[in-house]
């Protein structure tokens, strides 16, 4: 990939999240002035290996791992106050430097304490086949309450403690009533102490708390090069995404701008990221999901294993025909392909190529998940390749047929593929050189 042709760039997950993004957005970063998360909460797990260190973050954009960088988190986050500040204190914990080069919105939504209770209560009162399998982590909550508005509380309301202490209490009030009524008998919330609680998160974060919309516009002026950290995957988005089993904000391209508060105009590249293969957590449709010996030798070697909740993921084949769907979302102006190096060992691998329904191939990805749910993959099956992949080596060095299954996927989802992912360390990236102009879509 070649860093320095990029513009201000989005960095996309293009299946059910978990693509990799982390690992992509830390190898970005230092090129970059500025790196922005701009929708989803906790739910999001991006991992990031520094040599034998291992990051988790979940809301903290994975920029801060160099010192250099402004960390910014948008309005359009869903932000989880005692998340947040645990995973500031074991960064810095870690010799981690985070003060002002974290900066978060005062727009930002507060997840609150019972948006988590109503995300597991709401699940659990769900028949096995309708429970959308959530992370748990009250974004689905949080959400509905910025959309509803009179019942929501952004970062800003913290420094205005009277008024946000009564109009808790009004909330927290009816919030009991509620639960009470629809999911019997639970410990009601002491609007007080949440009060008490979250004043006093605010005092402990108030350093890093702007508007962080007036600082990118300023960026921008300046000609600060930005970037846009995805979380989540296409396929999760709330109306393009597999609905209901989606999560609950944009993350497809288009909610870049919005939730970050940048003009789309300003945003030059979309960076699609997959993984060589397709994973999904929690329910929904998942065409080439194998839940076979093939599918749980993916997991092992994959570590496929949710970084948020432990969850072990489904595996499956590469879906060359969602991806392009959600491409299609976007303008993928470049492709980086992750765990390459999982799918070594196979005798052979697959890749999805459309879809068969009731005997018809399908033409477009269907909205509707019955449909999904009933329709056959239609495969391409290609020779799989033995040898270890060495990380040292370059992608010229990779075995033939590795190279091809690449090449192929780039041509199904033509749009060039100028990184692979070989393991989960910066140094285990193969760079390509860019495809000719010709493959990339015009601006
Ligand atoms: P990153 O950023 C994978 C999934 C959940 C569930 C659905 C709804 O790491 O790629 P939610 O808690 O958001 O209401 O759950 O969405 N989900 C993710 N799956 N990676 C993520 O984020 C996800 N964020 C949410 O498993 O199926
Ligand atoms: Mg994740």
Redesign the pocket.
Known sequence: MNFNALGNTSVV?LQ????G??KIVDLLTEHFDVVVRYA??A????TVIVGDQRFAL?LVPSGILRPDVLSLIGPGVALDLETIMTEIAGLRERGIKVDRNLLISNRAHLVMPYHKKQ?LLSEARLDPDRK?????????PCYADKMLRSTAFRLADLYKPDAFRSRLRDVVADRNKVFNALYGETEPFDADAIADQFLEFGERIRMHVVDTTQVLHEALARCERLLFE????SL?DIDHGTFP?????T?TAGGVAAGAGVPPACIHDYVGVIKAYT??????PFPTELTNATGDAIRVRGHEY????G?P?RCGWFDAFATKYSMDLARITQLCVMHLDTLGGFPEVRVCTGYRYRGERLKIFPPDIDVLNEVEPIYETMPGWDAEINADDSYEQLPLPARRYVERLEDLLAAPITLVSVGADRLATLHRQTAPPAMVPAR
């Open positions: 997950g059910w999240g978990d693509e993004k982390g989803g909460g739910n999001a797990g991006h979940h995300d959308i399998g959530t992370t748990a982590r009250g974004i689905g995805g979380a989540q995957g999760l089993y989606v999560t609950s904000s993350c994973t999904r957590v929690g329910s929904g949710g970084t948020t909740t969850r993921r």
